[in-house]
């Protein structure tokens, strides 16, 4: 059950107008591998009638005008393409994206109780979220929210009981072994670590975030001094944040 | 162009057209009219295009004044409009002069109208629309519900001489009862089949947490299997979803992208519209059909919609 690796793909009807192709149930990276290669064949694959697609965790909404082209067209189709997807497909890594960190204090009230609740410092904590890479799964919740994972065992924490009614935008958080970082502020039960002074939604951009599924993130933590500077050179529309393909 | 200055922003007005289409990946909600259909003819009686930007009056209606003179329609729930103090009938053309007052009575039957103008209502557009989406802030009037002192702005018509009226037969008659079709799945083997059963076999009550967001309902609980939650997927208006409670939640054009809870069905297309006029204390009640009868039922209503555009447009 951990990989769902031979869990056959199933192709099922959502409504009238999407199809959802299911890979499995867990959170997997190499589920949502398989998610993002057939989400950019499809694409490539310019179908008549197909609207939109909509990766997820472990899944692929495929929504489509059914006017243009019926269900049993479209399951054909995409049967076809995924049997095609090569192993190069699926493991071809996404853009990778530096997303720097004020960790603790007014910006992280949550770092503390992670540290004392696994018996860390606060620093071991910080190492431990900074020092590792994590996938895009998908983008939901909020606009613009990046589902992250997967974080290490001695950090993952579980959400606060009662959530806040605001956790202000940038906000990084955990929840369980998954992190996310707040486009906007919204409320939320996350374990809040820190704030990024970046801006992760911005409806009139295109596209309106800049990660996307299938990216990699890496948090490099910084210091207030540099959060102040860094929010201001955003302001003035004079900051441009570091990705690279790999 | 100023077409209108509001008086009183009524319940909840908002600025709406189709929808945004294409960003539900990015985490963004397609937004856009809860009853599609009334938004379509609403623009089709002022020989609009149908996906020009309408006002959604929720429930209690706003109070405007006019700046020019124009045209409008007003269509969805009876809402007896009045254009100052005098009754004027929906679902036709509404000639409208400079200081004119438009006004509105008690919400009799459904939820929701729409006040199209003539030429359409003029907001940036956000991600290809203006729909405005109130939980993210965008679209429409800065993202908000209108309020007292905002200025309505329109585009410039062509001219003001459209008169369409929709035909008696084809007004919906909106009910507190709502008969909707769905189509099981994509979790409905997450149920047992008493769950099933229970769900299509029953009333359900909408309760007091009803909004754009969606529609909490209250009635027998509906069984899982064994568990009741999911990883993840994606959603899209018209799902059903039962979380561990047992009481079914259908989703709304402004709801949330994803969610964890399993589907136990979608409502069709065609019967979303008519979920987007049902308000707290009314009843759902719910019937499956396969996805070829529904497409049959999508077409007959785009045929339906054409014969009103095409018959407007030669009334002419």
Redesign the interface.
Known sequence: MKTGQHTPTRYLPFGDNALLIEFGDVISSEINRKVIALDEAIAKAEIQGIEELVPTYRSLLVRYDALKVSYEQLVFRIKNIETKLNKLSIEKAGRKIIIPVVYGGEYGPDLSHVAQYHRLTEEQVVELHSGREYRVYMLGFVAGFPYLGEVAEQISTPRLETPRLKVPAGSIGIAEKQTGIYPCEAPGGWRIMGRTPLRLFNPLQQPPSPLKPGDTVKFEPISEKEFKITEEAIIKGAYTPISKEQ | MKVFRVLKPGFFTTVQDLGR?????????ISGAMDMFSLIVANLLVENNPNDACLEITLIGPELQALTKTQIAITGGAISPKINGQNVPMWQTLNIQEGDIISFGKMESGCRAYLSIRGGINTPL??GSRSTFV?????GMNGRQLKTGDIIEGFDSPSLKVEHKMPEMLVPQFTNHIKVHV?M???ADMFTEKGINTLLSNWYKVTLEADRMGYRLEGPLIEHKAKAD?????L?P??IQVPKNGKPIIIMRDA???GGYP?IA????TDVSLLGQAKPSDIVEFSKIT?KS??EK??EH?KLLNNLSEMFIRSR
């Open positions: 289409y294409g960003y539900l990946r990015y985490g963004v909600p956000v991600l939980r993210g802030g965008f679209g189509i799945g994509p979790q999911i990883v993840s997927d994606a899209l018209g799902a949330q992208t994803t589907k979608v409502t069709i297309t996805v529904a497409c999508l077409r785009y």
